[in-house]
């Protein structure tokens, strides 16, 4: 996306007239359209540090004013002399269409902070989609052959348009299939998935949640689980203290709990619904206490099997 709106700057007579602000420009939104996403880095941390700021703050309004800062003055060193207010706008564009494509799919950010912290997530387009990505491709390499890049990727924009409008009817499609199939919905998740007509489903009504997946406009449940509410107990309230607990649940909207005993320790573990993988839940956080209510270890994150879960945990000590 950075490449194709280094192309559309050329729209702009000050961008087009000028080499040096040119190559500025291209380099300037490639950083752009990445730099909110270099909380990435935190996964080098943990696990928790991440899920709980990835897609936060280095999404939040006031971020997306700050990023194009230090690249604008980075720039401005390389390529003097240029003008920076044409070079800051497009910068600016890059960071802003990043944040907005982010909205469109199931993970989302919290574009709105400071004013909320709620996560804006409309989930018409999987994290990765074959299709935009393509559409990029064919844009890039129609230039490559010598086309004009602001008209090639404005016709790309308008082919995306459309797409998106697609994607939103057939969500809706979906919606309205999960209301005739299952009374009373309180709320539904529904994620993209790479198949174009297949979306995942995370459902809850008052008293059960409901896992599945819609093909088109037909509704499949996998599974069908109890709701029931988190209990205030001792063990509870002690793992709620963990971190990765704790970062768990504050990006989880639709998860369910277990609490197993053994002989030498409390398990606790909540299990998000909304990713369920050939039978399994990859998405949890485990949390494992002493009688005393010591935390031993956790773990939060994805992870594609209860034998690598066990592996995980034990090299894991708190």
């Known amino acids: 996306m950075g490449i194709a709106l280094g192309g559309l700057a050329t729209l702009d007579p000050t961008v087009a007239s000028d ?11 490639i950083a752009g359209s990445l730099a909110p996403d270099l909380d990435t880095i935190l996964k080098l941390k943990n696990n928790a540090k991440y899920i709980r700021n990835h897609r936060g703050i280095t999404h ?172 205030k107990t001792d063990v509870i309230e002690a793992a709620k203290v963990d971190e990765n607990l704790s970062a768990f649940l504050s990006f989880s909207p639709v998860h369910r709990w277990e609490v197993e005993e053994y002989n030498d320790h409390i398990e606790v573990r909540f299990i998000d619904l909304r990713y369920r993988s050939k039978g399994y839940y990859p998405f949890v956080a485990v949390v494992q206490l002493d009688y005393q209510l010591n935390i031993i270890c956790s773990y939060t994150g994805w992870i594609f099997s209860e034998k690598k879960l066990r592996k995980k945990l034990e090299y894991l000590p708190n």
């Open 19 to 29: 080499g040096h602000l040119a190559q500025a420009v291209m380099t300037g939104v």
């Open 60 to 231: 939040s309004i006031p971020a997306v004013c700050l990023w194009p800062l230090p690249i604008l003055l980075i720039l401005s060193a390389i390529f003097p002399h240029i003008n920076l207010v044409h070079l800051w706008a497009w910068i600016f564009t890059s960071v802003i269409l990043h944040v907005f494509v982010d909205v469109f799919n199931a993970y989302g950010t919290q574009a709105l902070r400071p004013f909320t912290k709620k996560w804006v997530a409309l989930g018409v387009i999987n994290t990765f989609d074959p299709f935009i990505f393509v559409a990029h491709l064919v844009g890039i390499l129609i230039w490559g052959l010598g086309a004009d890049p602001a008209y090639t990727f404005i016709g790309v924009y308008i082919v995306l348009f459309g797409y998106y409008l697609i994607r939103f009817y057939l969500q809706h499609q979906v919606k309205q299939a999960i209301h005739k199939k299952i009374p009373n919905v309180t709320k539904m998740l529904i994620s993209p998935t790479l198949r174009f007509n297949q979306w995942h489903l995370a459902i809850t009504t008052d008293e059960r949640f409901y896992v599945g997946r819609a093909f088109k406009d037909e509704i499949v449940i996998y599974d069908e689980f109890e709701k029931i509410p988190i209990p």
